[in-house]
């Protein structure tokens, strides 16, 4: 199975100057291989959460180095939290769908 799995995340960026006006969404979209894994295993299934989480924390920028403080910003958490929450929801369908031999 060679399908690509998309992980999509919104960001919105907040601007402090202009709170009143809402900034445009920006759509960010990492796409997870896992035709190389045996998801009716254990392991391989491990292995897709992992790759999941890791893009999701990739999209969302939460690994990303920056002068100052290493506290998060509570965007950058939530979209963590929406990325992973959708990946894992796809990642059902696709688990599911493999189990059924499609």
């Known amino acids: 199975?060679?399908?690509?799995?998309?992980l999509a995340a919104a960001t919105a960026?907040?601007?402090?100057v202009a709170p009143a006006v809402a900034a445009p969404e920006e759509m960010r979209q990492i796409n997870?291989?896992?035709?190389?894994?045996d998801l009716a295993s254990?392991?391989?299934?491990k292995v897709l959460e992992r790759r999941l989480t890791n893009a999701a924390r990739e999209v969302c920028g939460i690994d990303d180095q920056r002068t100052g403080s290493r506290i998060r910003k509570?965007?950058?958490t939530h979209c963590y939290r929406q990325a992973r929450a959708t990946a894992m929801q796809r990642y059902a369908v696709v688990i599911e769908r493999d189990q059924l031999g499609g």
């Open 1 to 6: 199975m060679n399908t690509l799995l998309g």
């Open 13 to 16: 960026a907040l601007m402090a």
């Open 32 to 37: 997870v291989q896992y035709g190389d894994l």
């Open 42 to 45: 254990p392991e391989g299934r």
């Open 74 to 76: 509570p965007q950058e």
